[in-house]
Structures are given as C-alpha cells and as structure tokens.
C-alpha cells in the first residue's frame, strides 16, 4: 500500500468585488456599493491566515494566487500588507510564484509597477476579447485599447510573465473572429494564454436570457484552429483550456491539477489540505458572502473529510485534465489507494480509446481529450444513485472550485451535460 504523503503546499486567497457583475459569471463575485473597505477586509485575511497557520506548520508555500472577483481593485499596500501578513504566518518560498488577477478596467494606471514592489511575480489579466462588440456583449467594462495599455505597462513594469484570459464561441462569434482575437492577443506577448469557452453557468443573467452562441461544432473548430495557431507561436497547451510559452506553465493551477494542497482564505475560498499523519484529505471552505465572512470569527471554515472512495474521481477530475496526464506512483502518493484499485477503469477506458499510457503513465487519448466526462464517470464512486451531472457539478464545486473556471468545459464535452 502506497503512504499518503503531504503534497506541495499553495494558497489562495479571493477577493470577491468587482466594479460591475458580468452577465456570464457565476464566480463569489459581487456588484462593489460603496466603499470597498480593503484594510477591514486584509485584516480579516490575515486573520484568517493566523488561524490556519498551525495545520500547515513545517510546510512551505510554493505559490500564491490572489484571485476574484477582481483582486486589481486592491491597492498595491493592501496587497502588500497581505503578502507581508502570509510572510509572516506561513513558509512562503524565497521564488514563490506570486499571481495577482487583474480587469483591465479596474487597475490605476501605474499599479503593477507598485504590484511587482509588493511582490506579486505574475499578473493574470481577464481580456476575454479585442472586438469592442463582444466585450460590450459581455458586459465588460473596458475596451480593447484599455487591455493593450495594461500589458503594455506589464511589460514596462518587469512583469513580463503576465496571462491573458480570453472566452471564444461569444454571441455571434466567428472563426475568423475568434481567430483574430488570438492573434490580438498574441501580439501582446503575453507568456501563458488561457482560453475558455464561454459557458451558460446556471443562475446567471445569460441562463436566464440565453444570446445566441455558436454551436458545439462551430466551438470546436474555433478550438482547433485557435490552438494551431498558438502553438504556431510557440504556446503549447497543457491543461484543457491553458497554453503557455517554455517554462511558463501557472505553477499555482499545475499544483491544482496533480492534486496538490491549498489552503483558502477570504470569501467563499475552498481549500484541501493533507493530513498525513492521520491518513486523511480535508477540505475547507470559507463563508461565501462577504458579509458573512467578514462577521466569522477568523478560522471559522467548514471542514469535510474526502470519502476514500470518491478519491479516485477527484484525483482524475484534475489529473485528466493535463495533456501529460499522470503517473500511477503520483497517484498513490497523493491519494493513498493502492494503483492496483484503478485498474479495471483504466483497462477500460484504453480499451475505449480514451485513454494512452504515456511517458508518466497514463494520459487522456486525443478522442479522450474531447469526452473528459465520460473518462471522469469511470472513477465514479456509486455511480447508480446519482445523475451524471448531479456528480459531477457537485464534485466540481468541492474540487478547486474557486480556482480554475469552469471544469468540464471547453474541450471538456462529454455525456451527462
Ligand atoms: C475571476 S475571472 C478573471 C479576473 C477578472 N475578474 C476579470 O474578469 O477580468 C476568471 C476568468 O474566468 C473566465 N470565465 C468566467 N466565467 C466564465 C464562463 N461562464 N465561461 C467561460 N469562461 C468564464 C473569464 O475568462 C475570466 O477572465
Ligand atoms: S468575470 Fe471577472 S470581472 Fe466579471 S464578474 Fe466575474 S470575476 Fe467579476
């Protein structure tokens, strides 16, 4: 039997306003009335970090990702304060990555300047497109010269190592559209780019007033030719909906998706933590409405125990997600379960042609790649009693839920949705 051992160590920490709430959102993001408050909030985190110090003690934090909502309508002392009070509680590495989200509409000019000074390392920047029409059909609140002049003062800023989030299938979008949204956004020199299908997420304004979308075969090819084109220019896909430059892989999503730990501060954050000794995986989630949190004692987090059978789909659910997919000792490692427990799935899904062994071990077939759910059903524990798409929202949302967006997207297509 393999020993489950303590994975690396992130942290993540959500700020849950934003100027305006965009229509396809279903992140813990709020409409900003008023004051936003940022020292009482920051001192709430730091709180909050103080409090979940001594279950990580010993342990060091290899990434940070300061997500939202939008984290840019901090200013750089409130994020300096943070990171100083992270400093202080937990073993942040000397080179830990540092990521900072940032809206293009929401950032004082000459910030990420005073950003990097406060040590952020990585900027993610949410451009969604360059066509004025679909950002406005989208909500958004800047235009596409707003999120040139923010990569451009990344650059001018030393944070050369900056993302670029952009949606494709929009309303009404074209191939050639989507397409020149890449190569807009390419021409930014960005060095990791992530690309997402716009999803109808329930309880939004566009599930409730649904725009015309293109169809899942129009989205595919927009996702074929895009990624040609990106990796064209050198930016290999490595997780269903992220590509990055040599070297410049989101260390913090990568610790997501080989199953690592996370601790989660701030609104409605989620974390999963490894209790070694006592052969255990937790996870943790905070109140989710700011004003909830911000009442809550410091620690107040609700903890749940993972079911030892539902770990194999949750070590899958991030796992098969990278094109290097993984290796059956990780597995063991990070689970606990001995690989000899997950044969039978996976003799299946190679006899299915959804599943290769790779240089690692295993890995998502091409066809695979395309059909993540039904890959995913296989790891199911309990399969009978619950709808497929019952299972899967709800493990996706006690999975890094808060952190990437939407799983079982994009490539993702599959039974059950
Ligand atoms: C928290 S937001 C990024 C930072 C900032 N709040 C912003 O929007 O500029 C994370 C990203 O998730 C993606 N996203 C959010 N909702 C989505 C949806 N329904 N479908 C596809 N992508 C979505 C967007 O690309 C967005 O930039
Ligand atoms: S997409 Fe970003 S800016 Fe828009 S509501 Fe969601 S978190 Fe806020």
Sequence with gaps: MPTLCAPPLSLYVHFPWCVRKCPYCDYNSYTLHGDLGAERYVERLAGDLEAQAPAVAGR??????????????????????????ARRHLAVSEDAEVTLEANPGAVERGAFAEYRAAGVTRVSLGAQSFSARALAALGRIHSPHETRRAAHELHAAGLANFNLDLMYALPGQSRAEALRDVAEALALAPAHLSHYQLTLEPGTVFAAHPPALPDEDQAAAQLEECGARLAAAGFARYEVSAYARAGRQCRHNLNYWTFGDYLGVGAGAHGKLTLAARG???????????????????????????????????????ALRLTAGFALEEFGARTGLDPASIATPLARLQARGLLERSAAGYRASALGFQFLNDLLLEFMAERPEMSAGYALSTAAAAAARDRPPPLFTGAGRAVGE
């Design 60 to 85: 060091s934090v290899v990434s940070v990702f300061l997500g939202g909502g939008t984290p840019s309508l901090f200013p750089a002392e409130s994020i300096a304060r943070l990171l100083e009070a």
């Design 280 to 318: 255990l995986i937790e996870r943790t989630v905070q109140p989710r409405e700011p004003r909830r949190y911000l009442a809550a004692a410091a620690g107040a987090l609700t903890r749940t125990p993972v079911p030892t059978a539902q770990l194999p789909f949750e070590y899958m659910l991030n």
